[in-house]
């Protein structure tokens, strides 16, 4: 399995945030082929889930209209993200899946509302990243992501074919200083959410700079003051897809 490809072209209007994904993805590769992660179930199911995005096909007799064209490359990029970010958040893979799940979340943030706008205006929005003008995404370049990714999932849902022993790597300790704030999301209602900014429970203050750690499937918020907070209530997109790309 080779590289998944980092180049984007500089007229791009979105840079895509790619390192943390391409170390993750040499990471992945590596535990593989030494035969040291044989996935389990969960992580199995959640590799077959975002294959299954990655390999679709686009729909075939829709004309040949570039426009037409593009927003199903599009829909396909952002449905690999949705099925990513719910198999994250869902909460039940390994820490080394996870991490890899949040790496490829990133790089295809710039498809969280393109084509299809999520349906309550209040839904959960994530930052494109430096580099954004308002045009739309870079549909060449996330697509050339694509072949990398599915060489790296399909191995992993290979491995977890059925009477294969699981074998899950340990997680690599991850520290990593955040400036800015975290929002809690919730829905209490069909299309209606709800949002409020995580605040440090000793002293109040919401804008870090925090040291995170990331630990397993959640992660600690130590503020400034020297609490360090395990019960925010975040989800993992929460926390992983606004830190630094690595």
């Not at 992501?145 to 074998?167: D, Q, V």
């Not at 209490?188 to 440090?200: D, I, K, L, N, Q």
């Amino acid at each position: 399995m080779r590289d998944v490809p980092v180049a984007v072209a500089a007229s791009s209007p979105i840079r895509l945030s790619t390192r943390t994904l391409t170390l993750e993805s040499r990471r992945a590769r590596q535990l593989l082929a030494a035969g040291e992660w044989r996935t389990a179930p969960a992580d199995a199911e959640a590799a077959a889930a975002v294959l299954a995005r990655l390999t679709a096909p686009l729909p075939a007799g829709r004309g040949a209209a570039a426009r037409m064209r593009a927003t199903d490359r599009d829909r396909r990029l952002q449905r690999v993200l949705r099925t990513t970010l719910h198999h994250l958040d869902a909460g039940a893979v390994s820490p080394s899946a996870a991490a890899l799940l949040a790496a490829v979340a990133r790089a295809l943030l710039p498809w969280y509302a393109a084509p299809n706008p999520p349906a309550a205006a209040a839904a959960p929005r994530y930052g494109t990243g430096p580099g954004a003008t308002g045009a739309g995404p870079p549909t060449g370049a996330g697509e050339a992501l694509l072949p990398g990714l599915t060489a790296l999932f399909t191995a992993l849902a290979e491995t977890g074919a059925a009477g294969a022993a699981a074998l899950t790597p340990a997680a690599e300790p991850r520290q990593i200083r955040y400036a800015g704030r975290f929002r809690r999301h919730t829905r209490p209602a069909p299309g209606v959410w709800a949002a409020e900014t995580v605040s440090c429970p000793r002293c109040g203050g919401k804008d870090g700079p925090w040291t995170v750690t990331c630990e397993g499937r959640g992660a600690a918020l130590a503020c400034p003051c020297g609490e360090v907070s395990r019960d925010h209530g975040l989800a993992p997109a929460e926390v992983w897809l606004v830190l630094p790309d690595a």
